[in-house]
């Protein structure tokens, strides 16, 4: 039987079809009612035509854009996709979830109401005996505007009432909206004790939003914290603060910054402000979850604007402008040197090229330089620098290798408020480089184990000429010695930064041979060894770099090889991955460096990695990471709501050999159950040489509903090599911002 009208045409089918007066049908038997998207499928049925309605008199089942509704009985209204079904179940399609209510009713599948309803994301027989179960008088969801509520609230998770709430408001997809977000606690924390926090979303806008989190620590009282976020179309930023109006461990208050900002304006001009502030010395140790940073002792804050040049000059030029400071957090057992202020700094800069495939480059550049938190004894002076860095080279690449000279200039103009060590308080100096870059490429078909592979061998030569000049007096404002790498070996200058250049006349002779697999492409084996020598003794070394400059060296004269650098990685061994790098000095036939590294991953969330520090007279370190099934329990076909699920250990230890301890690291369990993940993970930081902060993080995420508890997953994939998150980030959390 079909229906015909300007609407969706309704196709009815069943064992038999009764019509009376033109208008009501009754169908019984197998009956099926198709219009669009909606398919109603009962034993019995009466349908109005005029009134577009339908009554299903026996248990329906309604499947509407992947929504589910299954009831004793229902009533459609068919051309608004309105209706109601009694002793009902659900399973919605935007969320996974579902679950049973004595009366439902819903219009299309942009709202639905439910009495005495029961909602989960796990799979159940019985919705009311799932591992997770969220049972109210009355649920709402509007998915249009996304809003969620439930009245008469309670939450259940392993049959225990969790949270109980007379009114509880949350987003009915994981689209933003405001509303108190889950609170979240953190069990313990040996610096801070017990910590509760309640954050508060505001949707201000889709493109901005602020989120307020008063938080409770036992240890020293009340905290709050503010989070401001835009996305514009050529700007977007974050500012976040933290304040305790009053420690009652210090007896003061407290509190920090962290400020990211940064944009674009009409001409093409970019700024960008990054800025970090502490109230004390001793807030990196007691709240460093509130300022990540990788030098939590050094707080940069930083502003700097750039503007491209070429529109009006006509050149590849941009200048730029910086004002750079540091808020230095010391201690008094273990100070550190805090580094220069640039206030201000500013710049010329641009790079292009010629006709004639000549390259170039060029900043001119003006600094003050300026002290403030000094360590005890810190003598160093403010002053300023005006430096001119400039390069000419002329690559050349053909198939079977590449030979590039090099030309460069780096000129410097110092002025100091204290005398130098030779009495001024002005010095200048210009300093030339001549470099040769060049190398061959050798290729043939091999194989390894059995595999086809294609090799090459490429031989290196880098030779260097860089004058002396006296740099014994000059101040020292961000010269630092370069790592010795597979990189730094084939650089120029010994130094980073303006400062500072070795005097050299060397050349560097190395060698690399790379594996790779002909259909795909992927690198799997690169080997490769590496050695300068001098062609004379070098005057300004590296290891000559001292707080204040540079000071004469005592005793004989330096070898003139250097150490030998081997360094190499392979992923030849389907599911392993190997990294070396060994600086090895011949002359006393002992390794002065090493990192060996290794890592297996068999499978999905099946990684387990292994890293060996060493650096003669300095440190030894081992480094083990690891995340990995420990346990898989399968659900009975008879348990209802039993989801099953995998335990997974995750951790990274970070042991001192020189030391005999545990210097950092954190351990943990991951639980995968389906619908919900447990998370409880232990980390220890440390603060000191004998100190260290400990803090546990317990989170349950229930799947399709909310997080409960601090995410540990940023910290997890930190330190972790080869971790992979359970879940997507965003996909499960509908009260996440």
């Not at 240890?219 to 514009?232: A, C, D, F, I």
């Not at 090099?406 to 001549?434: C, E, V």
């Not at 010994?494 to 259909?519: K, Y």
């Amino acid at each position: 039987m079909r229906i015909d009208t300007s609407a969706d045409t309704i196709t009815l089918e069943a064992d038999r079809i009764d019509s009376h007066l033109d208008d009501l049908s009754v169908a019984r038997g197998g009956v099926a009612l198709h219009q669009g998207s909606l398919r109603l499928s009962t034993e019995l049925l009466e349908l109005s035509a005029r009134q577009r309605r339908a009554w299903a008199r026996s248990p329906v089942r309604i499947e509407h854009e992947g929504n589910l509704l299954e009831g004793r009985s229902a009533t459609v209204q068919l051309d608004s996709r309105e209706g109601l079904i009694e002793d009902a179940r659900y399973r919605i399609a935007r969320t996974g979830g579902g679950g049973a209510a004595r009366q439902l009713s819903f219009v299309g599948t942009d709202r639905l109401a439910a009495d005495q309803a029961s909602y989960t994301s796990c799979r159940a027989d019985d919705p009311d005996s799932a591992d997770w179960v969220l049972k109210a008088d009355r649920l709402s969801l509007d998915f249009e505007h996304n809003d969620g509520r439930a009245e008469g609230a309670s939450l259940r998770f392993l049959g225990v009432p969790i949270l109980a709430l007379p009114v509880l408001s949350f987003p009915a997809t994981g689209e933003r909206r405001s509303g108190w977000l889950p609170p979240t606690i953190y069990p313990f924390d040996s610096r801070n004790g017990f910590e509760l926090e309640t954050p508060y979303y505001f949707n201000l806008a889709p493109d901005h939003d602020l989120t307020l989190t008063p938080g409770l620590l036992t240890r020293r009282g009340l905290s709050l914290t503010g989070e401001y976020r835009y996305l514009w179309a050529q700007d977007e930023g974050r500012l976040k603060a933290h304040w305790l109006p009053n420690d009652s461990t210090t007896g003061r208050a407290r509190g920090g910054a962290d400020i990211d900002l940064q944009g674009e304006r009409a001409g093409g001009l970019r700024y960008q402000l990054d800025l970090q502030h502490a109230s004390d010395d001793d807030y990196w140790k007691d709240f460093s979850r509130v300022l990540p940073s990788l030098t939590p002792r050094l707080l940069a804050q930083d502003l700097s604007a750039r503007q491209p040049l070429q529109r009006w000059l006509g050149w590849p030029l941009q200048a730029y402008a910086r004002v750079l400071g540091w808020r230095t957090l010391q201690a008094a057992d273990t100070p550190i040197l805090p580094p220069y202020q640039r206030m201000p700094q500013l710049g010329l800069m641009g790079q292009g090229d010629t006709a004639a495939g000549l390259n170039w480059s060029t900043q001119l550049e003006y600094n003050h330089f300026s002290l403030r938190n000094r360590a005890p004894g810190d003598t160093r002076s403010d002053g300023d620098r005006a430096h001119l860095l400039g390069a000419l080279w002329w690559p050349q690449d053909l198939s079977w290798g590449w030979f590039t000279p090099r030309l460069a200039i780096n000129a410097a103009s110092y002025q100091t408020d204290q005398p130098m060590s030779d009495g001024r308080r002005r010095a200048s100096r210009a300093i030339p480089t001549l470099s040769l870059d060049a190398g061959l490429r050798f290729e043939r078909a091999t194989a390894l184990f059995g595999r086809p592979l294609s090799q090459t061998l490429e031989p290196r030569l880098h030779y260097v000429r860089t004058p002396w000049r006296n740099q014994d007096a000059q101040p020292n404002f961000d010269g630092s010695v370069n790592d010795f790498n597979e990189i730094s070996i084939y650089q120029d200058n010994g130094f980073s930064g303006v400062d500072f250049v070795t005097d050299v006349h060397q050349v560097t002779l190395g060698a690399g041979s790379r594996w790779f697999d002909p259909v795909a492409g992927g690198e799997l084996l690169r080997v490769g060894l590496a050695q300068r020598y001098l062609f004379k003794d070098q005057r300004i070394t590296p290891d000559r770099l001292g707080a204040s400059g540079l000071s004469a060296e005592s005793g004989a004269p330096a070898n003139r090889f250097s150490d030998v650098l081997l360094f190499g990685s392979s992923t030849v061994v389907p599911q392993w991955r190997f990294d070396v790098n060994v600086q090895y000095n011949a002359d006393r036939q002992r390794t002065t460096r090493s990192i060996l590294a290794a890592r297996w991953q068999p499978g999905d969330y099946k990684t387990l990695s292994a890293t060996y520090r060493y650096a003669r007279d300095l440190s030894e370190q081992v480094e083990l990471g690891w995340q990995w099934p420990i346990y898989q329990r399968e659900a009975p076909r008879t348990e209802a709501g039993a989801c099953g699920g995998t335990l997974y250990g995750v951790g990274r230890i970070n042991f001192s050999r020189r030391d005999a301890r545990i210097t950092e690291g954190l351990a943990g369990v991951e639980y995968d159950a389906g619908c919900w993940i447990g998370r409880v993970v232990a980390e220890r930081v440390s603060t000191g040489t004998s100190e260290a902060t400990t803090r546990l993080m317990v989170q349950l995420e229930l799947i399709g509903l909310s997080r409960l508890g601090p995410s540990p997953l940023k910290v997890l994939k930190d330190n972790i090599p080869g971790y992979r998150m359970l879940r997507d980030d965003n996909a499960a959390s509908t009260s996440s911002p």
